[in-house]
């Protein structure tokens, strides 16, 4: 088994900060995805990852970087938190990508901005 | 562009009632359908996925058939416990691609 670590789990920022979330992963699994879930939204896709060093945008990539620089590691930064936001941000990986395969997702970030 | 919608947002059951959660999905071909449940303080765990039509998934008591004519994969359980109590998301795998699609959720309450 293996298992997807998220830190920080609560995440509070100030209007127009920069802030990274980071996401490990011990699968060794080749895809990684960062999702965003808010309430009554369900869970959208900003960006995902399909090897090392590839980045490919999602449904909710503005306002948003991200960075894979090694197969275990996949981090996401918010370029410019916006006041009174609140949204947990849930990283997820896959074996090989093909979107019939399950995502194994971490507990989350808890991301407040105040 | 592919997506899928959960009828319902909220399920309030008593212990030992059937549940019904809708599902249905837009997109082409045969795309992948996913159930994950959400608890508290966690990510989605995968429950099951069907990936053909006519296709039954299931697990722990949870079971949904891939319907092609009804682009539905409805989720149900014939007698729910209040172990039950989560978030049901349906999902998507695109066709040929690497997306996966959530559903916005619905929230199941299981009353002892």
């Known amino acids: 088994g293996g298992i997807i670590t998220q830190t920080p789990k609560f995440l509070i920022g100030q209007e127009g900060q920069k802030l990274t979330l980071k996401c490990q992963q011990n699968?060794?699994?080749?895809?990684m995805y960062w999702y965003r879930q808010d309430s009554g939204k369900g869970l959208r896709l900003i960006y995902y990852s399909i090897t090392e060093n590839d980045l490919q945008k999602g449904d909710l990539s503005e306002g948003y970087d991200a960075s894979r620089e090694k197969k275990s590691s996949f981090s996401l930064t918010v370029t410019s938190a916006q006041k009174n936001e609140m949204a947990v941000f849930l990283c997820?990986?896959?074996?090989?990508?093909?979107?019939?395969?399950?995502?194994?997702f971490g507990s989350g970030t808890r991301l407040t901005v105040l | 562009g592919d997506s899928v919608t959960q009828t319902e947002g909220q399920v309030a059951l008593s212990e030992e009632d059937f549940l019904t959660i809708h599902c249905n999905y837009s997109?082409?071909?045969?795309?992948?359908l996913f159930w994950y449940v959400q608890y508290p303080g966690e990510g989605p765990q995968f429950l099951f996925r069907a990936s053909r039509d006519k296709e039954k998934g299931s697990s722990r008591g949870f079971e949904a058939t891939y319907d092609k004519g009804t682009t539905s994969f409805h989720l149900r359980k014939a007698s729910v416990q209040e172990s039950d109590s989560a978030v049901y998301y349906c999902a998507l795998g695109e066709t040929n691609a690497y997306k996966v699609i959530f559903g916005k959720g619905t929230h199941l309450h299981v009353l002892p």
């Open positions: 997820a990986s896959s074996l090989s990508g093909g979107s019939a395969e399950t995502l194994y």
């Open positions: 997109a082409s071909g045969y795309p992948a």
């Open positions: 699968f060794n699994h080749d895809t």
